[in-house]
């Protein structure tokens, strides 16, 4: 049977310098059995895909402004990002969701222009802690997942990765059971066969590190890992990498 890629993603947030982050490229393993991407800060964004040329890694960005250009200060296009090669786009993150108040309906249409641009994203999801203290873990998924891809083609799908990421396992150490999550990653996959007729991979992120990564990979419904603070170290995702190329699934 062939496997199917382990996809790591690191997400930098507002980390590095051009320096910081050519030093972290230099020093990087080449992945042979996993799919690697950084999720870069603007700056950052055509150098580092200058210095990936002809290497294993795609470098894309952690959001967009949904209009095609305008008088919006202060934001970036879809057709910015791809000007300066980004290969994919990060849509709905917690961070964007609860630190910018970025509505369901702005989420959308971001998913609708990269959509109708033919761009990946990754549609970021997750119940905050009170949500699932309330019990409400599932419908808020659901909500957060139609209100973003219901008018989704099967086909357009394809260019769709989700997140998962509790935003209370996010940069608190507090880690998700593994097998908690294997379980979550499965609703939204019914959730998504149900209401979509298809459903993309799941990659789960909060708190993941080099310790816990594997306990998280193995599962079945987990495709990959979004990283956040683990992966401003070279050495932690050079270990990840080791870890995910050796992972037995
Ligand atoms: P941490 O890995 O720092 O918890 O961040 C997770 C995250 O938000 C990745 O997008």
């Given at each position: 049977m062939i496997r199917m890629k382990k996809i790591l993603v690191a997400n930098w947030k507002m980390h590095k310098t051009r320096r910081e982050a050519l030093s972290f490229l230099a020093a990087l393993q080449e992945p042979e059995r996993l799919s690697l991407k950084i999720a870069a800060p603007y700056t950052l964004i055509a150098e580092l895909v200058d210095a990936c040329h002809g290497r294993e890694v795609e470098i894309g960005a952690q959001n967009m402004h949904e209009a095609a250009s305008g008088a919006y200060t202060g934001e970036i296009s879809l057709g910015m990002l791809r000007d300066v090669g980004a290969k994919f786009v990060l849509i709905g993150h917690s961070e964007r969701r609860h630190l910018f108040k970025e509505s369901e309906e702005e989420i959308q249409a971001k998913v609708e222009r990269a959509v109708v641009e033919g761009f990946p994203l990754i549609l970021c999801v997750g119940?905050?802690?009170?949500?699932?203290?309330?019990?409400?873990?599932?419908?808020?998924?659901?909500?957060?997942?139609?209100?973003?891809?219901?008018?989704?083609?099967?086909?357009?799908?394809?260019?769709?990765?989700?997140?998962?990421?509790?935003?209370?396992?996010?940069?608190?150490?507090?880690?998700?059971?593994?097998?908690?999550?294997?379980?979550t990653h499965r609703s939204i996959r019914d959730?998504?066969?149900?209401?979509?007729?298809?459903?993309?991979?799941?990659?789960?992120?909060?708190?993941?590190?080099?310790?816990?990564?594997?306990?998280?990979?193995?599962?079945?419904?987990?495709?990959?890992?979004?990283?956040?603070?683990?992966?401003?170290?070279?050495?932690?995702?050079?270990?990840?990498?080791?870890?995910?190329?050796?992972?037995?699934?």
């Amino acid at each position: 049977m062939i496997r199917m890629k382990k996809i790591l993603v690191a997400n930098w947030k507002m980390h590095k310098t051009r320096r910081e982050a050519l030093s972290f490229l230099a020093a990087l393993q080449e992945p042979e059995r996993l799919s690697l991407k950084i999720a870069a800060p603007y700056t950052l964004i055509a150098e580092l895909v200058d210095a990936c040329h002809g290497r294993e890694v795609e470098i894309g960005a952690q959001n967009m402004h949904e209009a095609a250009s305008g008088a919006y200060t202060g934001e970036i296009s879809l057709g910015m990002l791809r000007d300066v090669g980004a290969k994919f786009v990060l849509i709905g993150h917690s961070e964007r969701r609860h630190l910018f108040k970025e509505s369901e309906e702005e989420i959308q249409a971001k998913v609708e222009r990269a959509v109708v641009e033919g761009f990946p994203l990754i549609l970021c999801v997750g119940e905050t802690e009170e949500e699932k203290t309330q019990g409400e873990t599932e419908e808020v998924l659901k909500r957060q997942l139609l209100s973003a891809l219901e008018e989704l083609s099967v086909e357009q799908l394809e260019k769709v990765l989700i997140a998962y990421e509790p935003v209370w396992a996010i940069g608190t150490g507090k880690n998700a059971i593994p097998s908690d999550v294997n379980n979550t990653h499965r609703s939204i996959r019914d959730i998504l066969f149900q209401s979509l007729g298809a459903a993309p991979p799941i990659l789960y992120g909060g708190s993941v590190s080099v310790e816990n990564i594997s306990d998280f990979l193995r599962f079945e419904h987990i495709a990959g890992a979004l990283v956040g603070g683990a992966s401003l170290e070279v050495s932690n995702v050079n270990q990840m990498i080791q870890k995910i190329e050796f992972l037995e699934v």
